[in-house]
């Protein structure tokens, strides 16, 4: 199914290809746009919208806890923690209706987001840093 359209195998190949870091990225991203789309629908008291967006924010918290590495020590440890806590308050919020605990969500999401893509950005500077001095030391 995926073969015969070109921009789902696109955007498939895409996922495939990304770094660790950048599907990290893209799973924050994903979590935060389904939760907004769920506030939006608890707001509007569509709660079928609503259920189906906060359940596919809950399975990406479960994913990003799922891919930690806990061989990274204590961060990885207290990620699973406020993941774990994420999660466990849109199961509350979802049955409880209560937009304001999805907005509790969507904070604490989006400064682990912005931790994240500066990290990355750090991390690529470092990177480029070290293979431009790899060069000057070949050159």
Same mark, same amino acid.
């Given at each position: ?31 935060? %746009? ?21 359940? %596919? ?83």
């Amino acid at each position: 199914m995926a073969l015969n359209n070109p921009y789902q195998a696109y955007r498939t190949n895409q996922v495939f290809t990304l770094s660790r870091e950048k599907l990290v990225l893209m799973m924050y991203d994903g979590g935060l %746009r389904f939760c907004r789309q769920g506030l939006t629908a608890l707001k509007d008291r569509d709660y079928g919208r609503a259920n189906e967006n906060l359940i %596919r924010a809950q399975e990406i918290l479960a994913e990003l806890m799922a891919g930690l590495n806990f061989e990274a020590g204590e961060v990885a440890r207290q990620l699973y923690r406020l993941y774990e806590f994420m999660h466990w308050y849109l199961v509350q919020a979802n049955i409880n209706k209560k937009a304001d605990m999805v907005e509790e969500v969507i904070e604490l999401l989006q400064g682990l987001r912005d931790a994240w893509e500066e990290a990355v950005k750090k991390g690529q500077s470092r990177s480029s840093d070290t293979q431009a001095g790899n060069l000057n030391l070949q050159g």
